[in-house]
């Protein structure tokens, strides 16, 4: 793991071969205890960041990326879903990343991000397939899961590593960038704290599509990424979700 700003403990770690977890961890107000906020950066011809950070968070991002390529580099700037955490900065990356654009699925480019963003969107339909080099990454419509009409994941089929966004959401801020211990307990604690799931009638079905994958690094926004069999894990989710 590479500290990339030792004031805020801003933090590179590779998770897969070519993909990079930039990890910040916050204090949360009243001591209650801890945070993180997760980017991945896919390094290829047509190098993808995964999650911008919130508006705020940006220098300290953009100073994480820059240790590993330059930024201007980027030609993906991508998302699960519109939300500050997600997309805050986008249109600062765009900026600093003049033949960047936007990447996400239809609902989101139809609905927010080509009036929002500085440059329209490259959108994705449910199941499309994009060659970033020796890369491809696939998207997958996931509404409402974990919340959002506009949700969606990306799976990168070389390295089998699912951009699994909020799903399996963890708190506190001394964790390991990636880690083959269970994470299902943790998520489903801050769950049970914080519930952020829509509980949407089609839980089931697009986590058993999102298996179908077979994942083998899942890269969660908030905590440690997580390695094994991802399928078995995404189905342990369902069954904690329909208790």
Known sequence: MVVTNTQSGTNVYEVAEGIYRINTPIALPGGVGGFSFNQYLIVDDESLIFHTG???MFPLVREAVASVL??????????SH?????????????AVAPNSSPLCGTIAAMVSVNDLADRSARSLEDGELLSLGKNSIRWFDTPHLPHGWDCGFLMEERTKTLFCGDLFTQGGVEIEPLTESD???KSEAF???MDYFSHTKNTRVLLEKLAATEPA?????HGSAWRGDGAKLLRDLADALSV
């Not at 330059?70 to 998302?79: D, G, M, Q, S």
């Not at 690094?217 to 926004?221: F, H, I, R, S, Y």
């Open 54 to 56: 919130p508006r705020k």
């Open 70 to 79: 330059p930024v201007e580099r980027l030609r993906y700037i991508a998302f």
């Open 82 to 94: 519109v939300e500050a955490d997600e997309c805050g900065s986008l249109n600062e990356w765009l």
């Open 217 to 221: 690094t899942l890269a969660c926004m």
């Open 183 to 185: 994470i299902l307990d």
């Open 191 to 193: 769950r049970h704290g």
